[in-house]
């Protein structure tokens, strides 16, 4: 990660003015390390060894974020991370000590907002944290729109609520930022690269998150994920929300049949 830019904040930040962030990880060097750059960059940081004492600092004090590792004695990241999102959400990154794809994506599938790859630059994770809290914090898109909606999609900016076809949809941070963005710019087809960038707010990083959220929002919004009528993907660019081709799939399946019998005149 040698090309991971500085990490630049004020000189002198009050301590705790950037937010309450619990660090997971069972490597007390690793942890060390953590704590330490998240210390300086002005974030009250709290600590566990394991999932069991994780949890307990979670529910004793809420943090604003988790840096939670992936590989924890007595209970694994992923389960932690089920656990803590039983309660509502919460931003969570995950660092995971290979670079196994499968534990990246399932990661993000078990609810994380992101990933960091050990061995990883400490300004990099910083980076991470101050860009989905960020992102965490933003009630309101920055263009300032109101409520969005489009082929039996809504979604509330200002609630952080989402419906399909009046049914509450259960978004995750990154899920709910995605969703927005393609519903202010329907018909309109985006790389992964502008993706990233637009909603992560990165001009770096591993473009199969982008991937892996786009397969979760279809699972979430989509009458069959295996046949994305909404979210479409456009070959050799990227993604497009197809809003007026669901609606008018939609309505052609759901027109009265045509009579039969008789001879037509």
Not at 208 to 221: A, C, D, M, Q
Request: proline content about 8%; overall charge negative; hydrophobic content about 40%.
């Amino acid at each position: 990660m040698e090309n991971t830019p500085p990490v630049r904040h004020p000189a002198s930040v009050p301590q705790g003015a950037r937010g309450r962030v619990l660090v997971v990880d069972d490597d007390p060097t690793v942890a060390e390390v953590v704590v330490g750059y998240l210390h300086r960059t002005g974030y009250t940081v709290e600590q566990a060894g394991d999932g069991p004492a994780a949890l307990a600092r979670f529910a004793a004090h809420r943090p604003d974020l988790v840096v939670l590792d992936l590989m924890l004695p007595a209970m694994d990241g992923f389960e932690v991370c089920r656990r803590m999102r039983e309660h509502g959400p919460v931003p969570v990154i995950m660092l995971t000590a290979r670079g196994d794809e499968e534990d990246r994506v399932l990661g993000l599938e078990t609810g994380a907002d992101d990933y960091v790859t050990k061995p990883f630059s400490p300004r990099e994770l910083v980076l991470r944290v101050d860009s989905v809290l960020r992102r965490a914090r933003a009630a309101v898109p920055a263009d300032g729109v109101g409520p969005l909606s489009a082929g039996g999609l809504s979604l509330d900016p200002a609630a952080r609520q989402a419906y399909r076809d009046g049914r509450g949809l259960a978004l995750t941070l990154r899920e709910f930022d995605l969703l927005a963005f393609l519903l202010r710019h329907p018909g309109k087809a985006f790389g992964r690269e502008e993706l990233m960038r637009e909603v992560w707010g990165w001009d770096f990083g591993d473009l199969s998150t982008v991937t892996v959220h786009i397969r979760r929002l279809r699972g979430k919004v989509e009458a069959d994920p295996a046949r994305p009528r909404l979210i479409r993907t456009v070959w050799g660019v990227g993604y497009r929300l197809d809003a007026e081709a669901d609606r008018t799939e939609e309505d052609a399946a759901t027109a009265p049949a045509p009579p039969t019998g008789g001879r037509s005149r």
